[in-house]
């Protein structure tokens, strides 16, 4: 079972970046496909991006242009480079592998606040 833990969040100004990582054990970590999620308050869990095992991504419409999803499996870590963020990117962020359920093991995740 691959277990995850999240960091990188925090708070930054409109149009401002951050870089979330996703530190994962596990052996099966370099042939699944990996995703990052993101759930605001009142709101359920979305798919914020993906990254396949051989490095394929998409994006959702609403980020698609301003982040960037990439893994390094020799470091078992996943990345979310978030840039021009908005206050509707405020959520806290989690990965797990694509297609996670509730039923999935889940981290404590990162908190992105984007305020002035």
């Known amino acids: 079972q691959v277990q995850l833990v999240e960091s990188g969040g925090g708070l930054v100004q409109p149009g401002g970046s951050l870089r979330l990582s996703c530190a994962a054990s596990?052996?099966?970590?370099?042939?699944?496909?990996m995703a990052w999620y993101r759930q605001a308050p009142g709101k359920e869990r979305e798919l914020v991006a993906s990254v396949s095992f051989g490095s394929s991504t998409n994006y959702a419409d609403s980020v698609k242009g301003r982040f960037i999803i990439s893994r390094d499996n020799a470091k078992k870590t996943v990345y979310l480079q978030m840039n021009s963020l908005k206050p509707e990117d405020t959520a806290v962020y989690y990965c797990?592998?694509?297609?996670?359920?509730?039923?999935?093991?889940w981290g404590q995740g990162t908190q992105v606040t984007v305020s002035s």
């Open positions: 797990n592998r694509i297609g996670a359920t509730q039923f999935d093991s």
């Open positions: 596990g052996n099966i970590f370099s042939i699944l496909g």
